[in-house]
């Protein structure tokens, strides 16, 4: 088939793979000559109103191991990625003065700041540019959604028995081909180190639950362990609550936060367990975890810049405070609750807490200290390798009474401790005290 098009741009943000990736796709069957483009935007790095890093060293780290990755893979296609430490609204404009392309490809966002980055970057590029944007985070793509976004309901369990009803979910796309060689720009791509960004470097904690490198071939690898080779899919939903060790969890939601890994492929590697493997509830409940993903994803594109509001998307008005002292005793892991405090620990000292320890921490802050849930969700943003817009911020309205639970839960973290951490093992972990001895 004979090329249209001249020259197409490939805008990474968090889609940060080579596979399953529609623009990428689009890209090579309809240039001539395709570019990747991806920019450590230093406004991602810098000190947020509440006194800590917008993006600090775990999660940068994890994003610098993912954009490496992505280069070789990109490579092998040959195809470039540009990378920049400038604005996208400077550095395209800039790039597009040297090298001119006719199309744009990008995932499509919503949350306010990548919508006004884009708005930049339109401002400054010629108008007869064409732009393509496709919805590739999703498991269930918003076409082939049966409900209209203004009546999402509210309530998860409708939304998934909804989906699982009458949604299919796509087929991944095919690998796609490779260009001649010649497509390769006489281009050195340099890659930031944590200094670059403004963080320091660290060595990675040898207690953590989270030993993995960022990028789509660490991505891979780990499904195929988690599936195939140690066939922990088949207890999932026995382990998920577990606070200790690499498997009690899938631990993909890294990999899924910047796109290294394909909501799809999961579940297509899933249906091909269950055939092959075992169909059981925790088959099932990897899946259930994922539309919950999606849920979020949809209730951000419902109430918009609601989410980020200190009264939700229920518009609940509560005394919250800003208290620094209480903040720093959260943060540092020094509250009068030892199961808190290892779990803040835990994230401290590695950008990783288990989906418990977050439940019981953000009840905590909200529900006790009566502290702003808006600065919690900031920190999590900060220090969290998996931080995702839209399940961050979801999950932080959800548990402090202004967001999707219907109940407005409370935790009693003695008896979560008790339940999850009977024999202290995890606080002793953190904690390093004989108090449970």
């Not at 991505?219 to 026995?238: G, P």
């Not at 909200?366 to 969700?377: C, F, V």
Request: glycine residues 4%.
């Amino acid at each position: 088939m004979q090329k249209q098009q001249k020259t197409a741009l490939v805008w990474y943000r968090n889609d940060l793979r080579a596979y399953d990736h529609e623009g990428l796709n689009h890209a090579l069957t309809n240039h001539e000559k395709v570019i990747a483009f991806y920019a450590f935007d230093l406004r991602q790095y810098q000190t947020t109103q509440w006194g800590f890093k917008k993006t600090e060293k775990f999660r940068a780290q994890f994003l610098i191991e993912t954009i490496n990755d992505l280069t070789q893979s990109l490579k092998k296609l040959n195809v470039t990625l540009i990378v920049t430490l400038k604005k996208p609204e400077v550095a395209l404009p800039e790039f597009y003065q040297k090298m001119p392309f006719d199309t744009i490809y990008l995932q499509e966002e919503w949350t306010s700041e990548e919508l006004k980055v884009v708005e930049n970057v339109k401002n400054n590029l010629p108008e007869s540019i064409k732009w393509q944007s496709f919805y590739g985070q999703f498991l269930f793509h918003p076409e082939d959604l049966k409900i209209e976004i203004e009546k999402l309901p509210e309530v998860f369990t409708v939304f998934r028995k909804n989906c699982e009803k009458n949604c299919r979910i796509r087929t991944p796309l095919p690998p796609p081909q490779a260009h001649p060689e010649t497509n390769l720009l006489e281009h050195q791509t340099q890659i930031p180190k944590l200094e670059d960004l403004g963080l320091d470097s660290f060595k990675k904690d040898t207690r953590t639950a989270f030993p993995f490198l960022g990028g789509a071939t660490a991505a891979l690898k780990r499904l195929n362990y988690y599936f195939w080779d140690a066939q922990k899919l088949s207890f999932y939903k026995n382990t998920r609550n577990g606070l200790l060790g690499n498997d009690y969890s899938s631990k993909f939601s890294p990999w899924l936060a910047v796109g290294a890994l394909s909501p799809r492929h999961i579940a297509e590697e899933i249906k091909l367990y269950e055939k092959q493997i075992t169909k059981n509830q925790s088959t099932y409940w990897l899946l259930f975890e994922l539309i919950w993903r999606d849920y979020f994803k949809y209730i951000s594109i419902k109430h918009e810049n609601k989410i980020f509001k200190r009264d939700g998307i229920l518009e609940r008005q509560y005394d919250w405070k800003t208290s620094p002292k209480l903040f720093l005793q959260w943060t540092d892991g020094t509250t009068p609750e030892p199961f808190v405090n290892a779990n803040m620990l835990e994230l401290k000292h590695t950008g990783w807490m288990s989906n418990r320890g977050r439940q019981n921490v953000a009840s905590f802050l909200a529900k006790e200290l009566h502290i702003d849930w808006r600065m919690g969700a900031a920190y999590f943003e900060s220090m969290l390798i998996d931080y995702d817009v839209h399940s961050n911020y979801g999950n932080w309205l959800y548990v402090s009474g202004v967001g999707n639970d219907p109940r407005d839960r409370k935790f009693n973290i003695k008896s979560q401790a008790e339940r999850y951490d009977a024999q202290g093992t995890f606080q002793r972990k953190w904690l390093q005290t004989t108090l449970f001895s």
